[in-house]
Antibody, heavy 124, light 110 residues
Framework: QLQLQESGPGLVKSPETLSLTCTVS??????????WGWIRQPPGKGLEWIGS???????NCNSSLKSRVTISADTSKNQFSLKLSSVTAEDTAVYYCARLRIVVARRGDAFDIWGQGTMVTVSS | QSALTQPPSASGSPGQSVTISCTGTRSDVGGFNYVSWYQQHPGKAPKLMIYEVTKRPSGVPDRFSGSKSGNTASLTVSGLQAEDEADYYC??????????FGGGTKLTVL
């Protein structure tokens, strides 16, 4: 059964770079049927899509975060990663990694498997 | 892209049906049949309940159903049970491989 697990520092200082890794087990990120994505949720608030990556390295990012986001995939380690630069307190959130289904025309439509999430707090 | 609009709360008694709406635009909900719904219990990761507007993943009870009309998608929970009390989020494909979530609806089972 496919599982995803986020890892990385729980505390990041402003304005440094937040770095997280998602390790996939029970399946390969090299599948042609899925993208791999990052979603975040500030405390008490809703979900926000950050971006997604294909195993080949192709990425798509939320335009509101695009200038600060780098997402990459490492097929040799079966992992994908998120880097968010110049963080502020507004970036404090639970960060989830998830598998994103690919449908017609290579569109990503729904996140069908999620990691448990990791809380990242940005301090000043 | 702007977040999809959901009512902040909804409620119903056990056994009743409740419908949660998700309103977007022609650029997202109205333009594609790629609306999904997620259930999130406190402190837990979201769980996919509906994808492609109406389809249920394996293991999701058929009490959960989805529909769409124009720029508004809906999630209906029939035969409400105590364990259905959770936050529900909609999401839609928004073109150019972008995705957008709704603000979430807290469902209370009275």
């Amino acid at each position: 059964q496919l599982q995803l697990q986020e890892s990385g520092p729980g505390l990041v200082k402003s304005p440094e770079t937040l770095s997280l890794t998602c390790t996939v087990s029970g399946g390969s990120i090299s599948s042609t049927n899925y993208y791999w994505g990052w979603i975040r949720q500030p405390p008490g608030k809703g979900l926000e899509w950050i971006g997604s990556v294909y195993y080949s390295g192709t990425t798509n990012c939320n335009s509101s975060l695009k200038s600060r986001v780098t997402i990459s995939a490492d097929t040799s380690k079966n992992q994908f990663s998120l880097k968010l630069s110049s963080v502020t307190a507004e970036d404090t959130a639970v960060y989830y990694c998830a598998r994103l289904r690919i449908v017609v025309a290579r569109r990503g439509d729904a996140f069908d498997i999620w990691g448990q999430g990791t809380m990242v707090t940005v301090s000043s | 892209q702007s977040a999809l609009t959901q009512p902040p709360s909804a409620s119903g008694s056990p056994g009743q049906s409740v419908t949660i709406s998700c309103t977007g635009t022609r650029s997202d909900v109205g333009g594609f049949n790629y609306v999904s719904w997620y259930q999130q219990h406190p402190g837990k990761a979201p769980k996919l309940m509906i994808y492609e507007v109406t389809k249920r993943p394996s293991g999701v009870p058929d009490r959960f159903s989805g529909s769409k009309s124009g720029n508004t998608a809906s999630l209906t929970v029939s035969g409400l049970q105590a364990e259905d009390e959770a936050d529900y989020y909609c999401s839609s494909y928004a073109g150019s491989n972008n995705l957008v979530f709704g603000g979430g609806t807290k469902l209370t089972v009275l």
